[in-house]
């Protein structure tokens, strides 16, 4: 099911240049099939119908979401965002995370630009964060929300409402878990109920959300990070979220919800 961030659903959307626009019948030109060139940040990428319209990343917040989103950003601990800024990432979780998530703490577990370009030092971090974040008590993680950037700009990524857990080889998580685009338009894509439960994978070898239909919502493998895939899933019905089928990856971040009773340094 795909919503607009205030939750009303449309058949059509005002794209960021101003333009209304019908929804994309699913055909790219060549060049962006074959990775060769992304496709336009101003061309409706997602495939449409009354179920599933494109969603406009150029939102307009209320007052009321100004302030919803500077409470938001209040209790971030420690390091920022290098993917989007405090104001765009408390856009984000405010439109997208169930409330009850939202009204915790959370803080920023894993950065590839901030803790280096290994899947093991994102698991370590984000599992037994004891062993990491030596410095900073954190309570345990009740979920976890991951921020995916690639070489064209693409943000996009997914929430899953557990922690994250290197004991299990194969899929888990609930139907609360959901995917999003953020960059180049803003998008929610929710668990299909009918379609089956691959809500997410951390293995030594990759991390990924969703299965069935074309493959993951979104891949990542290679210790170093490197590179990814993403496709149309059928577990949350959505589309392409990277710039193109095999995409590089530029950044990758991993933020946890949690109550944290005391930060050491920031």
Known sequence: MYSRAGGDEVDEVEMMDGREVPLFDGKESEDAEFGLLPPSFSSPRFRGGSESPLIDSALSPTSDTNVMNSQLQSRRQGTPSSILSDKDLALLINSFVPIEE?????????????????????????????????????????SLLVLIEDSWGYVFGGFVATPLNTDEVSYYGSGESFVFSFTPSMAKFSWDEGSNDFFFVSTQS???????????????????????????????????LASSEFFSCLNVEVWTFEEIEETLYA
């Open 206 to 240: 990759h991390i990924g959300m969703g299965g069935g239909g074309g493959g993951f919502a979104w891949e990542l493998m290679e210790e170093e990070l490197e590179s990814g895939t993403s496709g149309e899933c059928g577990t949350f019905r959505s589309p392409l």
């Open 102 to 142: 939202s009204m915790r703490s959370w803080a920023l577990r894993y950065s590839l630009k901030r803790d280096g370009a290994s899947l093991t030092t994102l698991l370590t971090a984000c599992s037994h964060p004891s062993q990491f974040h030596v410095t900073q008590h954190l309570s345990p993680a009740v």
